[in-house]
C-alpha cells in the first residue's frame, strides 16, 4: 500500500469540489484516504476563508489536526492569506490556495513519496492509458508455466499473486473514480493465487481467499462489468462460468487454446487437443449458453504439418468460437521453439493464416446475425462519425480486440454511459443498432476506509 492521507474538508459546495479533485487524484496516484488522524500519514485541510466564523473554524481545524497528527498541508480559500494561517500555526507544512489541485499533489508526494513498487503502483494517472470508464486490473505477475515459445517466464519470472485485498482496494477505487468495467490480467489468470498457496488477506473486515472464485465474488459487489483475460484452459476454469451465469462476472472467456494438434500442443508445452477443448467449450456452455468465447491460435509453428493445420481448421469449424486470433509462428529469441525441427515456410505460414480467418469470419458472421432483433446493453466508448452516432461494445466484446457496436441515438448519450441497443444490422466483426433505453449505473459500496467520504467534514 502506499501512504495513507487524512482529509478535512470546510466550506462550500465549491471548497468540497476542490476536495474531491484531490481525493479523486490522491485516490488514482494509490494514495488511501483514512478516516483518523491516528491512521493517517498526512492530513489535508482544505479551508474556507469567506467570513469570520469560518476564518476561525478553519484555524480551529487546522490548529487540531496539527495536535493531532502533527504533519499539515493546508489549501482553500483560507490558503489565499498564507500570512494568517503561518502566524497562528508556523509548523504546517505547505499552504496552497483554492483550486490548487497540482500544488496539494506535490506537497502530499513530498511528505509520502510515491509507491515505486509495481504491484501496488500499477495506475498512476501518468501512464493509465484507458479512457475513465474501464481499466486494466493486474492481478499477479510472472508465469509459472513453460510453453516452448514464450520467454515471458525468464523475462518476468514464476508468478507472483498479489493479495486479494490489495486488488479490491484499488479495484474499489478505480470504481470511485469512474470506472464501469474493470478488465482482469495476469500472464495466467486462471492460475491466480496458487504462488501464495491462495492465502487470506482482510478486505471490509473479513478473510478474503486469493482464488479467483472468491475474488471474483468479491469484486461483483463493486458493480462493474468484470472481463477475464487470458484463462489458461485449467480444469478449475469451470468453477467460474456459474458465476457467469450467475452475472457476477461478464459472459465473456478469453482462453489463449493456440492449437487443436495434441501433437502440436506437446510441442508447445500446452494442455489439451481438439476433443478435449470441444469437450470443455460444450461443458461450459451448457452452464453458460451466452458465454462468448475468445481465443487465441499459433499456424505455422516448427513441424506443423498439412494434417495438424487440418485438424486446427475443423475444431475451429466445430468449436464456433465467438471472437478469434490468428498469428503465424516467429522466432522469439530465446524460446526453445525455435530449436525444433521442421520450420514452416513464411508463405505457408501466412496462407494457413489467411485461411483460418476466412473461416472464421463466416462464422463470426453468423454468430452476428444471430442478434439482429436482440436488445443489448452496450458501453459507449466513443462518439461516431454520424450525428448522434455513438460507439460501443457489448458485453460480448473488450476493447481493442472484438468487434464494435455503432448506435443511433437521441445526441444525448455520453462516453461511459451504458446503454440498451436493438440490434438492426450485423457485419462479420461489428453490428449496428439503435438505443432503446439507458441503464442506471448503480456502482456498490466501497468498504470502511477506502473512501473518501468517510473523511469528509463538511
Ligand atoms: S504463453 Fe502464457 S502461459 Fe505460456 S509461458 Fe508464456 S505467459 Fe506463460
Known amino acids: 500500500m502506499s501512504g495513507k492521507v487524512g482529509f478535512v474538508s470546510l466550506g462550500c459546495p465549491k471548497a468540497l469540489v476542490d476536495s474531491e479533485q484531490i481525493l479523486s487524484r490522491l485516490r488514482a496516484q494509490g494514495y488511501e484516504t483514512v478516516p483518523t488522524y491516528q491512521e493517517a500519514d498526512v492530513v489535508v485541510v482544505n479551508t474556507c476563508g469567506f467570513i469570520t466564523p469560518a476564518v476561525e473554524e478553519s484555524l480551529s481545524a487546522i490548529g487540531e489536526a496539527l495536535a493531532e497528527n502533527g504533519k499539515v498541508i493546508v ?42 513498487n509495481p504491484f501496488t503502483a500499477l495506475l498512476p494517472p501518468q501512464v493509465k492509458l484507458t479512457p475513465r470508464h474501464y481499466a486494466y486490473l493486474k492481478i499477479a505477475e510472472g508465469c509459472n508455466h513453460k510453453c516452448s515459445f514464450c520467454i515471458i517466464p525468464k523475462l518476468r519470472g514464476p508468478q507472483k499473486s498479489r493479495d486479494a485485498a490489495d486488488i479490491l482496494f484499488e479495484a474499489a477505487r478505480l470504481v470511485a473514480t469512474g470506472s464501469k468495467e474493470l478488465l482482469i490480467i495476469a500472464q495466467d489468470t486462471s492460475a491466480y493465487g496458487v504462488d501464495i498457496r491462495h492465502r487470506t488477506s482482510e478486505y471490509a473486515g473479513r478473510p478474503v481467499r486469493a482464488h479467483l472464485v472468491d475474488l471474483a465474488n468479491e469484486l461483483a459487489g463493486l458493480g462493474a462489468w468484470l472481463r477475464l483475460h487470458y484463462v489458461y484452459p485449467y480444469p478449475h476454469v469451470r468453477e467460474l462460468i456459474p458465476l457467469m451465469a450467475e452475472g457476477k462476472l461478464l459472459p465473456y472467456l478469453d482462453v489463449p487454446l493456440q492449437h487443436a494438434s495434441p501433437r502440436i500442443l506437446r510441442a508447445m508445452r500446452r494442455p489439451g487437443g481438439a476433443e478435449s477443448h470441444l469437450k470443455t467449450l460444450q461443458e461450459w456452455r451448457s452452464v453458460a449458453p451466452d458465454l462468448a468465447i475468445r481465443s487465441s491460435f499459433i499456424v505455422g509453428f516448427p513441424g506443423e504439418t ?76 466513443e462518439y461516431g462519425e454520424l450525428p448522434g452516432q455513438v460507439v460501443g461494445r457489448s458485453k460480448y466484446d473488450a476493447p481493442g480486440i472484438d468487434g464494435l457496436v455503432y448506435v443511433e441515438t437521441d445526441g444525448t448519450v455520453k462516453i461511459g454511459e ?16 439503435e438505443m432503446v433505453g439507458r441503464v442506471a449505473w448503480k456502482p456498490g459500496v466501497p468498504p470502511v476506509g477506502n473512501i473518501a ?6
Open 75 to 116: 489549501t482553500g480559500c483560507l490558503g489565499a492569506r498564507p500570512e494568517l494561517i503561518q502566524q497562528a500555526h508556523p509548523q504546517v507544512l505547505e499552504v496552497t490556495g483554492p483550486g490548487e489541485v497540482d500544488r496539494v499533489l506535490a506537497a502530499v508526494q513530498r511528505v509520502i513519496p510515491l509507491d515505486q
Open 453 to 458: 467520504t468517510e473523511t469528509l467534514r463538511v
Open 306 to 381: 498439412e494434417e495438424d493445420f487440418a485438424l486446427l481448421l475443423d475444431f475451429i469449424a466445430e468449436a464456433k468460437l465467438d471472437r478469434v486470433g490468428c498469428f503465424t509462428y516467429s522466432e522469439v529469441e530465446g524460446a526453445e521453439a525455435n530449436a525444433l525441427p521442421g520450420a514452416v515456410p513464411q508463405e505457408v505460414k501466412e496462407e494457413r493464416r489467411e485461411r483460418l480467418m476466412a473461416l472464421q469470419q463466416q462464422i463470426s458472421l453468423e454468430k452476428n446475425q444471430a442478434r439482429l432483433g436482440q436488445t443489448l446493453e452496450v458501453i459507449v466508448d
Open 418 to 433: 451504458i446503454i440498451r441497443v436493438r440490434i438492426t444490422q450485423a457485419e462479420a466483426y461489428d453490428l449496428h443498432g
